[in-house]
């Protein structure tokens, strides 16, 4: 797992050799910030779909491969 949010280089030599490269993009902390100003002003919550104890974490990451959800899928960690 390569990750660069605000600056660097990447040696390409790293990421050759057989690898698959996934990229995300992502905001700036002030696109951060004003996301949860707006979801605390709209009071949106997510949907979640199920909650798995620590213990059933393995469930879920197969839920979430199988796309067997609507909403998110929390592993409660207590």
């Known amino acids: 797992m390569i990750g660069v949010l605000t600056s660097g280089q990447i040696d390409p030599l790293t990421i050759?050799?057989?690898k698959t490269?996934?990229?995300i993009m992502v905001g700036s902390r002030d696109?951060?910030?004003a996301m949860?100003?707006?979801l605390e002003v709209h009071r949106l919550e997510p949907v979640i779909d199920?909650?798995?104890g620590f213990d059933s974490a393995l469930d879920a990451y197969r839920k979430l491969e199988a796309a067997?959800?609507?909403g998110k899928i929390v592993i409660r960690i207590d």
Do not use: A, K, P, T
């Open 16 to 18: 050759m050799s057989w």
């Open 21 to 23: 490269l996934r990229g």
């Open 31 to 33: 696109d951060f910030e």
């Open 36 to 38: 949860n100003r707006m």
């Open 50 to 52: 199920e909650v798995f």
């Open 68 to 70: 067997q959800h609507v």
